[in-house]
């Protein structure tokens, strides 16, 4: 079947601009994980949704990264006043559930964020 | 905090060698430790995990054991594969959902 899929699959934007990006999970998993992968880095946590809500989005660097999944679904990540800090790839997982040491989170091939 | 150190890269390897990268790791609780594994141009894909200590995880020829009294999780094959040229991350959960990666470890196998 289909895996988790992420668009766009490259971004290049300005410093200050605002960006979204999105992610569409694989069906019927109902967990879903966004990280951010610097260069020559291993991936970093920034939030993780069970159903709609943000059960814990400890990981968001500050108040400029925002995220939704609003059906239970597709989860857009946003960016506001963009910095050149933010360019990194930017991961999407999902996984049945969550909360399951069974479980297996499936990434799907990021977004490579570029802030000029 | 949680933390997972790992064998600092590049590995260049020539085929039918064996394989090992280093992994240990610090946690709060009871971790499961996982190694994933990024092939050129494609997405992270889980190569193997174990949830409790003295498990062994395997695929593909891989194979992981999870010791608690070292607080390591060392990855090894037998015997490499061009086509095992890839980054490979040990990474754990201590709360089944939140994945905390090490830096990865780029390995190379020469024909």
């Known amino acids: 079947g289909a895996g988790v899929s992420q668009t766009p699959s490259n971004k290049v934007t300005e410093k200050g601009k605002y960006v979204e990006l999105r992610c569409d999970p694989i069906s019927g998993h109902t967990a879903l994980y966004w990280y951010r992968q610097s260069l020559g880095q291993g991936p970093e946590f920034l939030i993780y949704f069970q159903g709609t809500g943000a059960a814990d989005d400890s990981g968001l660097p500050n108040d400029r990264f925002f995220a939704v999944r609003p059906e239970g679904s597709v989860s857009t990540l946003k960016i506001q006043r963009t910095e050149r800090g933010d360019s990194a790839v930017y991961l999407c997982?999902?996984?049945?559930?969550?909360?399951?040491?069974?479980?297996?989170?499936?990434f799907g091939p990021g977004t490579r964020l570029t802030v000029l | 905090g949680n933390s997972v150190t790992q064998m600092e890269g590049p590995v260049t390897l020539s085929e039918e060698a064996f394989l090992t990268i280093n992994c240990t790791y610090t946690?709060?609780?009871?971790?499961?430790l996982f190694w994933y594994v990024q092939y050129p141009g494609e997405g992270l894909q889980l190569l193997l995990k174990a949830t409790k200590a003295d498990d062994k995880g395997s695929n593909k020829g891989f194979e992981a054991t999870y010791r608690k009294e070292t607080t390591s999780f060392h990855l090894e094959k037998g015997s490499v594969q061009v086509s095992d040229s890839a980054v490979y991350f040990c990474?754990?959960?201590?709360?089944?959902?939140?994945?905390?990666f090490g830096a990865g470890t780029t390995v190379t196998v020469r024909a």
């Open positions: 946690a709060t609780g009871y971790p499961s």
């Open positions: 997982a999902s996984s049945l559930r969550a909360g399951r040491r069974t479980d297996t989170q499936y």
């Open positions: 990474a754990l959960s201590v709360n089944d959902y939140k994945l905390s």
